[in-house]
């Protein structure tokens, strides 16, 4: 038995990562990061976009950490 990839959409990477949707969706507008592909009306990306998202939203965290002493 073979197991199957499958590509997270924006909403299985958000709970994945622990924050809401529309943080996800900034930070993949923001920093111009494209769908590995798509499934159905739903784009999907590859585990080397997710960390991107990852390490953005920690940035993003830290700078409004900073600016908010």
Do not use: F
């Not at 199957?4 to 299985?12: K, N, S, Y």
């Not at 923001?30 to 998202?53: F, K, Q």
Request: neutral net charge; without cysteine.
């Amino acid at each position: 038995m073979s197991a199957t990839h499958q590509l997270p959409t924006v909403g299985v990477i958000a709970a994945r990562l622990g924050v809401p949707p529309h943080r996800v969706e900034y930070v993949l507008r923001t920093r111009a990061i494209t769908p590995s592909g798509w499934a159905g009306n739903a784009r999907v990306y590859d585990e080397a976009a997710v960390t991107h998202i990852k390490s953005e939203l920690a940035r993003i965290e830290r700078e409004e950490g900073l600016s908010h002493d």
